[in-house]
């Protein structure tokens, strides 16, 4: 296949060039001909972007990733035909038997890949190792002391877990980070009633992302500037966010994206089941979530994960924030893959993955480029 008269974004710039894909690869880019019996797609002039990579994502499309190996499946179906190339699901609190069986589905999907679907990358554990006071839509009485055991016990024979969340001022928790650390595991605060000195000393253990920045955690205060303020301070630490103008105030946004910039920003969709979906009733975690204008909530009114898919989360960015596209990008493609180590994502050029994603003008996703 051949995609003609793009504007590709490569190398942190946009460029008008031609780019082919021959099994799931981008093989050539310049301008370029079709040999005979070659697909060649005009897009007249749209934007052409790496194929997105969402690392904080529970559910899409009447899918939840904590129902097992079918519905991670039919995530991965449905997030490519949003521009999302990987993905990595993303469990919640819930019984050990329970993640158990999330983590075994999660896990089979990694190794036996959709044909027609977003790869998945890993696991990202969201739970147990929380605070309760902080647990926003988690399950409170799911909650465990984090400690290396525990979460031995819960993954057993499973080795896909890519990212955890963990609240770093939780006793046991520096010890966790460090275990995970020296396995390439990355860890991140969050759902945490950390002070400053908790997350930077979390990031002396190897810490190095902040979930959801200024959500399930302490506030930014001049005078103890509490998660999102040592996460946006430390140059260890990139933070991930929700841009879908709910979690987050617009100001905030480009607040965060000025502060952290292009390498320091992940966006992230965090999304539940009703993501792709119109509003109305839907689960999370076996709660029942609210979704009106859509925000999910639980019936208490807490947040409860978002309906945003991560090219919404682009424009909104450039869009409500007021950022540049070239700082945008990869907050969405090269840095959440930069971050876990998926290196072949999240980049337009030789060798890596052939998902794209087409947006026009005024970054309205149009679709995925992609051949299997």
Known sequence: MIIKNGIA?????????????????ITETGMLEP???EVCEDILGHYLLPGFVDIHIHAFGGADCMRGEADVRKMSRELLKTGVAAFAPTTMSAWPEDTYHALA??????????????????????????????KGAQLGECLQAPSVLAYEAIIRDIDCVRLMTIAPELEGALDVIRYLHERGIVTCAAHSGA???????????????????????????????????????????????IADGIHVHPDVLRITGLCKGA??????????????????????????????????RLENGVLAGSTLKLHDAVRNMIHLAGLKPETVIPMATS?????????????????????????????NFVKAVYEK
């Open 9 to 25: 974004f490569i190398d942190g710039a946009f460029h008008n060039l031609d780019i082919r894909i021959q099994n799931g690869r």
């Open 35 to 37: 040999v005979p019996g």
């Open 105 to 134: 589905g999660i896990d089979s999907v990694r190794k036996m890949p959709e044909a027609n679907g977003a790869a998945v990358l890993g696991a990202h554990m969201e739970a147990p190792f929380l605070a309760p006071k902080f």
């Open 195 to 241: 002070k400053a000195a908790d997350v930077h000393a979390a990031a002396d253990a190897g810490l190095t992302q902040i979930t959801h920045l200024f959500n399930a955690q302490t506030p930014l205060h001049h005078r103890e500037p509490g998660v999102p303020g040592a996460g946006l301070a430390d140059d260890r630490i990139a933070v991930q966010i």
């Open 263 to 296: 390498t320091g920003t992940i966006l992230i969709s965090d999304s539940m089941e009703a993501a792709g979906l119109p509003d109305g009733e839907y689960k999370l975690g076996g709660q029942k979530v609210i979704v009106a204008d859509g925000a999910a």
């Open 335 to 363: 840095t959440p893959a930069d971050s876990i180590g998926a290196v072949e994502y999240g980049r337009i050029g030789i060798g890596n993955c052939g998902i794209l994603a087409e947006m026009d003008s005024e970054w």
